[in-house]
Nanobody
Framework: QVQVVESWGGLVQAGDSLRLSCVAS????????MAWFRQAPGKEREFVAA????????RYADSVRGRFTISRDNTKNTVYLQMNNLQPEDTDVYYC????????????????WGQGTQVTVSS
């Protein structure tokens, strides 16, 4: 069983930056592919970014490409989501997800999920 815990969401103004962190338990963290999703109340959960286990391959949603960066530190069992130039439409609960390869953007692919962290961007 893999436990996933997100942190460092918050309230920011438009144009600001935030870096979300996600720690995944287990000694095999480096083998897992990691992803971020987000969900607004009453809406479907949507893909944000994914990172292969080797960190060489990354995928982003069109809405965040060029503003968000996903990365990982295997020595800390941690994946990050650096979010720059945040906009009010980025306001959501952000979820971290983990699973075995291959990586992808489909929600159903990931078996392990965190509890979510709220990001609120004011205009």
């Amino acid at each position: 069983q893999v436990q996933v815990v997100e942190s460092w969401g918050g309230l920011v103004q438009a144009g600001d930056s935030l870096r979300l962190s996600c720690v995944a338990s287990g000694r095999t963290f480096l083998t897992y592919v990691m992803a971020w999703f987000r969900q607004a109340p009453g809406k479907e959960r949507e893909f944000v970014a994914a990172l292969a286990s080797g960190a060489a391959a990354k995928r982003y949603a069109d809405s965040v490409r060029g503003r968000f960066t996903i990365s990982r530190d295997n020595t800390k069992n941690t994946v990050y989501l650096q979010m720059n130039n945040l906009q009010p439409e980025d306001t959501d609960v952000y979820y971290c997800a983990a699973d075995l390869p291959p990586y992808g953007s489909g929600e159903s692919k990931y078996d392990y999920w965190g509890q979510g962290t709220q990001v609120t961007v004011s205009s």
